[in-house]
């Protein structure tokens, strides 16, 4: 079971309806389940550090339309700004998208044309990353020369873009997939679930040639 907003009254219609185990895929803890933990506030913190270290000192992230992405937009942005608050000379723009490239166009007209607009962004995600890739280049924006980009998810896509993608990965999915089932084996089978019950995966920056 994966949910990334409020998930009590899905648990409580899941136990009605006769689902005893259930593991989750969340942002948070959740009381009592065990729970296999997607942080969302340390891949904005590695995404601003990797930017800075880069020698970028006016960020943007992207902030998704997708209403059901703004809990995680939140926490990511306040990575970033946890990052940010380690050096005095920087800035931080947030950058309305949708993921459509004519909306991508439009921001890339509104916000990064301009004399003094972010150098390194951090996408959100490869989705919307891969957007931008398309759409600074239809303007001939130099991608990492002019405006460094960093995506999350490490999608299979990251190294067929030109430039290849430089994304947070969380782990790959068999490894994600395999602890789910084994939660839910030793559920079925009445074994102890190893405490603590939740399982949070550690990001990991891949480094690719758009930043």
Not at 183 to 191: A, F, I, N, R, Y
């Amino acid at each position: 079971m994966s949910q990334f907003t409020d998930m009590a009254g899905d648990i409580a219609l899941a136990r009605q309806m006769g689902i005893e185990h259930i593991v989750l895929i969340s942002t948070r803890p959740v009381e009592h389940i065990p729970t296999i933990i997607f942080p969302s506030s340390p891949p904005g913190y590695l995404a601003a550090r990797h930017l800075l270290e880069r020698g970028h000192r006016h960020l943007g992230i992207v902030h998704p339309s997708d209403p059901l992405l703004e809990e995680i937009f939140q926490q990511r942005l306040e990575g970033m700004r946890s990052a940010l608050t380690e050096r005095a000379d920087t800035t931080l723009a947030i950058l309305p998208l949708a993921p459509t490239l004519p909306d991508t166009r439009s921001l890339v007209e509104t916000y990064l044309t301009c004399t003094d607009h972010p150098t390194g962004i951090y996408a959100f995600n490869d989705e919307h990353a891969c957007y931008l890739l398309r759409a600074l280049m239809e303007r001939e924006i130099r991608v990492p020369q002019e405006i460094a980009i960093v995506g999350t998810d490490d999608l299979l896509s990251c190294e067929l873009t030109w430039p290849s993608l430089t994304s947070i990965r969380f782990d790959n999915v068999d490894a994600i997939g395999k602890r789910a089932v084994d939660m839910l084996v030793d559920l079925h089978t009445g074994q102890p679930v190893p405490e603590p019950l939740s399982y949070q995966l550690v990001p990991q920056l891949i480094q690719r040639e758009s930043s």
